[in-house]
């Protein structure tokens, strides 16, 4: 199992930027792709990027291409999600999720095995 904690989540106006990390702990691997998705109120989980540990290659959901950059840091076990020109309908809970999985799965949640507990990132307008 890997333990994933998140943090960096608040309130910003729309334009506005933030960083989230996601810290991994436990049995970690460099098969391991890592993901970001979120969850707004009233609607379903979501996939918004990912990213293959060994091999670097990022994956991103249409709305935030361009805006968002998925990124991270092995020696440090840390994922990070930039996310910039931020719009109020950014505004939900983030979960990181970690996972064994191929380029074809990694939109869907299901494939997934570990979560993060999330961290709330609210745009004002």
């Known amino acids: 199992q890997v333990q994933l904690v998140e943090s960096g989540g608040g309130l910003v106006q729309a334009g506005g930027s933030l960083r989230l990390s996601c810290a991994a702990s436990?049995?970690?691997?460099?098969?391991?792709?890592m993901a970001w998705f979120r969850q707004a109120p009233g609607k379903e989980r979501e996939f918004v990027a990912a990213?293959?540990?060994?091999?670097?290659?990022?994956y991103y959901r249409d709305s935030v291409q361009g805006r968002f950059t998925i990124s991270s840091d092995n020696a440090k076990n840390t994922v990070y999600l930039q996310m910039n020109s931020l719009k109020p309908e950014d505004t939900a809970v983030y979960y990181c999720?970690?996972?064994?999985?191929?380029?074809?799965?990694?939109?869907?949640?299901?494939?997934?095995?570990?979560w993060g507990q999330g961290t709330q990132v609210t745009v004002s307008s």
């Open positions: 990213i293959t540990w060994s091999g670097g290659s990022t």
């Open positions: 999720a970690a996972g064994f999985l191929t380029a074809q799965f990694v939109r869907s949640m299901r494939w997934y095995g570990n």
């Open positions: 436990g049995r970690t691997s460099s098969d391991y792709t």
